[in-house]
């Protein structure tokens, strides 16, 4: 049963409950926002002494006119060179220096929400990218890529995404995994809301009273709370749609009368993934997905400029995980580990690139674990050293993957760009995985956040997707769920609303 799983994985921490983080955020941020009132001091040394009649006078009085409007530009210059140096020498420093800028049109602020799937920090390097460069340039980046959750893979990262929750408490642990009390299978098609943990953002705006679309993201098609997937603004997953006719139909949604347009959109495309898969992220078809993304977006910002939103619209965009190259020699075969112990396939849920194992009952984990880890320490077993098998329970916490029943008990890490196989064959491929640990670089995907609350060049430090929840309810200006994320997250990347 689903609700045996859902007393297990509630969130841990709740330092959001009770709080509104947009509201924080324009306090604490007005308060040290002083510049703006301040007269120009110079103004103060305007000279106060009357001329007399005599030319002598007249000429002192010139003469000081002169040292004090010089005097005036000097200070001038001096005070507002240092106001600008100060707010250029820290990117972050900016935020104190302005506000969110005004709504122009649009009645309400609206977060449109878009995954470009596998889109590895840096492809936005590759090639020509204008269009992300203009979102780059007059928005806020995060200048080494968006930190993924652990397993880096699809599913449990666009959840996170849109619940603010690790894998762990939001129930989507991997692709695919098995019910341990039902023996039930979850794969990408199962839309039952019992797998779906967590409030995500179109069921938070929803239960405010607010319309959401969604053209396609993980989860969003189960109904869940106040979110009933509503008829045309909540598209049921078809990979064959054109992403042309997915854009065009987002944009439609800001043709309707102001209080129809849904507040918060989710837009997604499967690619550079699917080809990041097929040929590896080194590849020009590679290259020319990131560059057909880019036109993508162009359409997208053409559309909405013609209706007057583009500078109205809060765009975030991001891209789930990254990618890396996978290629010939880099197998573990769990075959290998035989002489220790036998793991048959029907032990193991997922091989690669996140080994999932669940012994029968009659085996301890325990066991299991210490013989593999003898065998791949052995030296005997080819590239051994390049797994590292776990309770899951000893993970390191920073991938917060154990307080799930779901998550089967042995947990196998793997080195980036390794893959872990059943048995020996003399198939050798070349492409690309994703779902290593999240500490890895090439895991890293894109955030860029574009609107009236971003500051434009802004650069921030790497953080995880988690954060990105809080990020949607504060500019939304709604109260969101508990989660994982951190409270005062949003204040440190936003602009304060006036
Ligand atoms: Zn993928």
Redesign the pocket.
Known sequence: MGSDLLSQTKPSTGPTQGKDPANQSTTALLSSNTNSSLDDPSTKDYPSRRPTTTVLFVVAFLLLTCIALSATFAFAFLFFSTSSSSSDSSSSSSVTHSSARPLKKLEHPVVLLISS??FRFGYQFKTPTPNIHRLIANGTEAETGLIPVFPT??FPNHYSIVTGLYPAYHGIINNYFVDPYTGETFTMASHEPKWWLGEPLWETVANHGLKASTYFWPGSEVKKGAWTCPENFCMFYNGSVPFEERVDTVLSYFDLPGSEVPVFMTLYFEDP??Q??QVGPDDPELTEAVARIDRVLGRLIDGLEKRGVFEDVSIIMVG??G?VGTCDKKLIFLDDLASWIEIPADWVQYYSPLLAIRPPSGYAPSDVVAKMREGLESGKVENGKNLKVFLKEELPSRLHYAASDRIPPIIGLIEEGFTVEQKRSNQKECG????YDNAIFSMRTIFIGHGPQFARGQKVPSFENVQIYNLVTSILKIQGAPNNGSASFPTSILLPSK
């Open positions: 799937d596998g893979l699809t993934d699917h990041g898969h789930g995980h990618m690309g995985a994703h779902g």
